[in-house]
């Protein structure tokens, strides 16, 4: 039987410091903000969102995609004030559902604090023992030192590089 991908129900994950949540209009304010933030985009191929509507549409389809089984996307929500400080997403899964590419983004205010790393150590985590990936790749920014520290610090290999991005590799015997 081949394998196929269930997020019903919604793989809900909790670090020390972040509960890893479906994405809400409940959040919108807050990815509003951190969507339409300039550092936040400067390194990705996309543009600031001008409006809430934008950010309103952008959550119906993470929801559609997620309720299709096509990735799974989380919030990350501060567990002291119950506030978004970033999201954290598996996506482009291969056909057999053995490797996917991971995506993540924080808001400035919060970078440099660990929130990513712990975030990132529950995804992968769940990537790689609940989903049974082999592998998940990260793409970033040549210039984007911390994405890229980061990877490294959670045992990612660097792969390759194309035009300005680099990729990285975390694979199940190096995790």
Not at 15 to 41: F, G, M, T
Not at 84 to 102: K, M, Q, R, V, Y
Not at 115 to 139: C, D, H, P, R, W
Request: glycine content about 4%; hydrophobic content about 35%.
């Amino acid at each position: 039987m081949p394998k196929t991908l269930n997020f019903n129900p919604f793989p809900f994950l909790k670090s020390d410091r972040l509960l890893l949540k479906n994405l809400s209009n409940n959040y919108l304010n807050e990815l509003y903000l951190l969507r339409s933030h300039p550092e936040i985009v400067q390194f990705v191929d996309k543009e600031c969102d001008k409006s809430e509507e934008e950010t309103t549409a952008f959550i119906k389809k993470i929801s559609d995609g997620i309720s299709n089984n096509e990735f799974i996307y989380w919030a990350l929500i501060l567990k002291e004030t119950n506030k978004l400080i970033g999201t954290i997403c598996l996506w482009c899964f291969n056909p057999d559902l053995t490797s996917a590419e991971i995506g993540f983004e924080l808001h400035p205010n919060y970078q440099k604090n660990g929130y990513m790393t712990e975030a990132l150590e529950q995804v992968l985590n769940y990537g790689l023992e609940e989903l049974k990936l082999k592998s998940i790749t990260g793409f970033t920014h040549t210039k984007n030192e911390p994405s890229i520290k980061l990877m490294q610090k959670l045992n990612f290999q660097f792969s390759k590089s194309m035009d300005k991005n680099v990729i990285y590799k975390l694979t199940s015997s190096n995790y």
